[in-house]
């Protein structure tokens, strides 16, 4: 059965675990029964193959000849008809359906899908070109690819030169996935998850970080002094006409040219839920992959001595951590850790993707799990 394949649709992602306690991201598909439509034989076509149908549709939404074919099949209209060479033929009958059963002894598939279409891109996003200057004197080509032909010979631009264009929407294959699970009665695949995505961790740690700098200090530019606007000198017979009124920069309380301009007159790097979602999704994973990452049990009973805390923090080895906790166990620990070194508390909340990388190891409790998988459901 590995000659043919199967459509699903990605519903979402969770977590799974090993025997052996190791936790594992999951991407859910949801996957659909193929039904053989047509079984084709070496003789009529001059090769074996399958053609099976995917999906419900509405008979009003197909053409004439669709509804001829489906009729003299005597089948169920499918919304997808995908045609798969086979070496044996004899395995197939017209009107069996095949499901996630198919994938009973096979531990690694191949998944094939479309990017996320980006539209028309420029050189900067799609091909990762560093730009031009971004100070004076670029004539507003900051962003531009710059010179991609030839003198007169050979007088054109060679194919395949990286410039602006179309970007994503482009079928993608991600080979030799594990299947962690099989639920046959929902018709769901638990796929394991990629690892860490460094780009996009990079860009929410940029953004996090940008967001945190305090910009308070402000200067006067020269159109905002108070004063009259009038030079200071005549303009001819004096040698020093070129000079402005008193509000220029050259003078003691004049503007200040290209001075901070004070938080208002930055805009905040907005930061999407889903990107923020995602970053902390994997650096999880990967800290969990490392073996960084511990699930204790609720604090139950309140700590207020550090000493016995830092005694318990010893014993389980998890100095240099971020310990991630419900609101109650919070609340219960949080005074008898704060003098120690190399150890944060924080709740589900209030925790980012800066905190994981800060820190060695990531412990949470069950509770906390459970409130995390809430939140990023």
Do not use: C, W
Not at 58 to 81: C, D, H, I, Q, R
């Amino acid at each position: 059965m590995s000659e043919i394949a199967l459509l699903g649709k990605k519903i979402g992602m969770t977590r799974e675990f090993y025997k052996s306690g190791q936790l594992v991201p999951v991407t859910v598909l949801k996957v659909e029964k193929a039904r053989v439509i047509q079984v084709i034989e070496e003789e009529k076509r001059g090769y074996k193959a399958v053609q099976l149908g995917y999906g419900k549709i509405k008979n009003s939404k197909l053409t004439k000849a669709m509804k001829g074919v489906f009729a003299k099949k005597n089948t169920e209209a499918k919304k997808k008809l995908k045609e798969f060479r086979v070496n044996d033929t004899s395995a197939y009958k017209e009107g069996n359906e095949f499901g996630l059963e198919i994938f009973k002894d096979i531990k690694f598939v191949d998944t094939r899908s479309k990017t996320i279409g980006k539209g028309f891109a420029g050189a900067m996003k799609r091909h990762n070109f560093g730009g031009l200057r971004a100070s004076h004197g670029v004539s507003i080509s900051h962003r531009a690819h710059g010179s991609t032909g030839h003198s007169q010979d050979p007088g054109k631009v060679f194919k395949g030169k990286k410039m602006a264009g179309h970007m994503g929407d482009k079928l993608r294959t991600m080979q030799n996935i594990e299947i962690i699970k099989t639920d046959l009665e929902n018709d769901l695949l638990y796929l394991k998850a990629a690892k860490i995505n460094q780009k996009l961790v990079a860009s929410v740690l940029y953004k996090t970080n940008a967001n945190y700098k305090g910009r308070h200090a402000k200067t006067k530019q020269q159109n905002e002094v108070k004063g009259p606007t009038s030079k200071i000198y005549a303009q001819k017979g004096t040698g020093g006409a070129r000079h402005a009124s008193r509000k220029a920069p050259i003078f003691v309380g004049g503007g200040i040219a290209h001075g901070p301009k004070g938080e208002l007159a930055y805009k905040k790097r907005k930061l999407n839920k889903n990107e923020k979602k995602q970053s902390v999704a994997s650096l999880i994973t990967e800290k969990n992959n490392n073996k960084n990452l511990l699930i204790l049990n609720d604090f139950n009973s309140e700590i207020k001595k550090t000493k016995e805390m830092n005694s318990i923090i010893n014993k389980l080895e998890i100095s240099n951590s971020l310990i991630i906790l419900d609101k109650n166990s919070k609340d219960k620990i949080e005074k008898s850790v704060r003098n120690i070194p190399n150890v944060k508390v924080t709740d589900v909340n209030h925790f980012s993707a800066y905190d994981i990388i800060k820190f060695k190891k990531v412990v949470f409790t069950e509770s906390s799990v459970k409130e995390l998988e809430k939140r990023y459901s």
